[in-house]
């Protein structure tokens, strides 16, 4: 079945640094890929998706590259923000209702 | 729009006592999915209706567990006989298309 591998966390950053958070995934249809973002007593909520290969999407000073030949949809942002401070889910449907979402990667962002 | 309502938002109950947890998606939603979330396994998938019909309830635990969705404007996850390791956010989610889904608060349920 179709599954997603994410950097396992937590990962601390200091306000200013950069940020990636890997995430490849495996399955044997054609993939929409996603990066859900999660703050403390709230839901998670789609920070973007990017239906096409080798498109990106970007929201919020995030981006990510749907790479289709790596499998890869790895996250970055050039500089965080304490505000960022959130757990980060990689997640793929394939032609069906169903997300499949990564074990996320909490970060942590001090001042 | 109000989002996906989800209540109660916390729930404290003893161990060996029934849960009802409520979930109403957004108008017009014609899929609601429901997932349990922990520290230690994450953000795991139970079950999910499109058109109030059960499509895939794969993730759900085969005992005490059940989930119905009566009518287009909720859903009801019911654990019966609840135990501690049944601890954690249940949240419930709705889409319409593409795929995206809208997440609810969740409820924070607290088994004694």
């Known amino acids: 079945g179709d599954s997603v591998t994410q950097t396992e966390g937590p990962v601390t950053l200091s306000e200013g640094t950069s940020l990636t958070v890997n995430c490849s995934y495996e399955?044997?249809?054609?993939?929409?890929l996603f990066w859900y973002v999660q703050y403390p007593g709230e839901g998670p909520q789609l920070l973007f998706k990017?239906?096409?290969?080798?498109e990106k999407g970007s929201s919020r000073g995030f981006e990510a590259t749907y790479n289709k030949e790596a499998t890869s949809f790895h996250l970055q942002k050039a500089s965080v923000q304490e505000s960022d401070s959130a757990v980060y889910y990689c997640?793929?449907?394939?032609?069906?209702?169903?997300?499949?979402f990564g074990t996320g990667t909490r970060l942590q962002v001090s001042p | 729009n109000a989002g996906v309502i989800q209540t109660p938002r916390h729930k404290v109950t003893g161990k060996g006592q029934e849960a009802t947890l409520w979930c109403e998606p957004i108008?017009?939603?014609?899929?609601v999915f429901w997932y349990r979330q922990t520290i230690v396994q994450g953000l795991e998938f139970l079950t999910y209706?499109?058109?109030?019909?059960?499509?895939?309830d794969s993730g759900m635990p085969k005992e005490r567990f059940s989930a119905q969705m009566p009518n287009q404007s909720h859903s009801t996850l019911k654990i019966q006989s609840t135990q501690p390791q049944d601890s954690a956010v249940y949240l419930c989610?709705?889409?319409?298309?593409?795929?995206?889904?809208?997440f609810g608060p969740g409820t924070r349920l607290t088994v004694l």
């Open positions: 989610a709705s889409s319409f298309s593409s795929y995206e889904q809208y």
């Open positions: 399955t044997k249809q054609y993939p929409t």
């Open positions: 990017v239906p096409k290969a080798n």
């Open positions: 997640a793929l449907s394939s032609n069906t209702d169903k997300v499949v």
């Open positions: 108008s017009g939603h014609s899929a």
């Open positions: 209706f499109r058109n109030q019909a059960p499509i895939d």
